[in-house]
């Protein structure tokens, strides 16, 4: 300790050499090196889990289905769910598809077919004109459907759809009529321009499917979505036992490209900010390296006092990793704090922008108050290791080329 305390004294040229412009400039590019990689990072995440967290509260958490045809115990299936799940509540639904016909235009749609509850657990679907009536042949029409169509609450629909039959036979279209009892909107066009709701029966009668279902689906209590995985596990390991051969949709299936999509994003971003962080420390090597060429005579001093070559690159890898550590842990700080918040920034923003008559996001764009701070642990350890890691090595190998040469040499070269 002794040897590296007359070492520091020697290094420097006065009292103030760690705060000198070299160090700052270091520290400071550490400092953004983190902070621009775990923000854009800690952003991405943020919006995948907003917009996964939206897009799961549009539908079904599970669907169970019967791969080969439709189901005629699903009111039997829903309700052993019920019964033996305080966690799930679970409802037969029927889906089928249908063309919208009108004088001027027409629009392929998606029937389903739900019990008159299924709105109490879908937290986005808001009505905006009308009423959620499913009674009779009563249907609630997505918003998109009923703008681009100039459908309005209480007009009578025309929709071409294809019945079941006993034999696989084609069969033509057939033109059935139901009554608009609301417009729904959820933000989503693709469910507001492509979604009809009716009731369970109606969308059994409009395609003359009997008593058969297309399945039962399941929602996760609210207080207990975040235990999905849990919930999810539990339900196949019943099923399995109850009926080995209806498989369960979860909404990871049922939107797997989604999914890959978003961590091909993500992969694609942090090679990226990888190459940023090691070009912007390139500049750490380059200062190191005109400081300790500029030590010449110290170093070769400290040859003549005894000190060997591990001692003094000891004592530059030691001020590089303190560096480093204070560099990450101030850009993990402000990164944290703003991500913290990036909700409500957000929301400052917009509101400012629409004061002015500015608008840059669509009216359709609205993230939950979970968008925040999401940091993965893997994306930190990531981050401020390489940082760490580089610093150490751009001040590490200046001293090393120095060490390469004489005392003599050292002084001769100054």
Known sequence: MFEIFIAKNLIRPNSKDFFSRISFISILTVFVSVFLPIFVLGLINSFHNSVKERMIATDF?????????????????????????????????FEGYGIVLTDFDKIPVIVRGVSDNFIDFVNVLKIKE?????????TIIGYGIAKRLGIKVGDILKIYVKVS???????????????????FSTGYDSLDDSFLFTSFKTGQGLFDYKDKASGVGVFIKSEEVKNYDENLNLLRVYLKNIAPT????????????????FKWEKTIMTVVLIIIIIACLFSVYVGYNVVISDK???????????????MIKKVFI????????????????????????????ISFIVRFFNIVGISFLSSKTDYTSSLGLSWEFIDIFLISFLNIFIVILAVFFPVKEIEKQTISEMVRNS
């Open 246 to 261: 209806y498989r369960i949709n979860d909404w990871e299936r049922l939107n797997a490209n989604l999914l890959f999509s």
């Open 130 to 138: 009308g009423k959620w009536d499913l009674s009779g042949y009563n």
């Open 165 to 183: 039959t006993e034999y696989d036979i084609e069969v033509p279209l057939i033109l059935k009529r139901i009554k608009v009892s609301g417009i």
């Open 296 to 310: 010449r005579i110290t170093l070769g001093i400290l040859g003549t006092l005894g000190l060997d070559g591990f």
């Open 318 to 345: 030691i001020k590089g990793l303190i560096m480093g550590i204070i560099g990450v842990i101030a850009g993990l700080s402000l990164s944290g704090l703003i991500l913290n918040n990036i909700y409500y920034i």
């Open 61 to 93: 958490h599970f669907q169970v289905v019967d791969s080969q045809n439709r189901m005629i115990d699903y009111q039997e299936i829903s309700d052993m769910i019920n019964k033996n799940f305080n966690s799930l509540v679970s409802m037969p639904f």
